[in-house]
């Protein structure tokens, strides 16, 4: 019984670990994100890592329906007078999913920095 909990834990996490690339690539510069002085792969999350509460970002990102759009490219989430766009190196908000990143510097716009 608990080979089977430690098996079930195990591709549990390995979900929830998955997703995280998926939707980092998303967005321009999506795995290049520096926030506190450390790569942040959890962009939408106030947690680092990924995974629980949404921070300002990630809830316009979820509320945008997970697309990178001049809409939520123009918008400043974080409300630190930057749009997502130029914390995401996308200022003109031409970058489409696929293309190459554009060139930072990137910083985070969930958080206020």
Not at 71 to 91: A, K
Request: net charge positive.
């Amino acid at each position: 019984m608990g080979a089977l909990k430690l098996t079930l834990l195990s591709l549990m996490l390995m979900t929830v670990v998955s997703g995280h690339p998926r939707f980092r690539n998303l967005i321009p510069n999506g795995d290049q994100v520096i926030y506190l002085n450390r790569p942040w792969p959890g962009v939408g999350h106030t947690n680092r890592g990924g995974g629980g509460e949404l921070n300002l970002f990630g809830v316009d990102f979820r509320n945008n329906n997970f697309q990178w759009t001049r809409e939520l490219c123009l918008r400043d989430s974080d409300g630190d007078g930057r749009s997502n766009g130029r914390e995401l190196g996308d200022p003109n908000c031409v970058w489409r999913v696929g293309q190459p990143n554009p060139p930072g510097p990137v910083t985070h716009p969930g958080f206020r920095d």
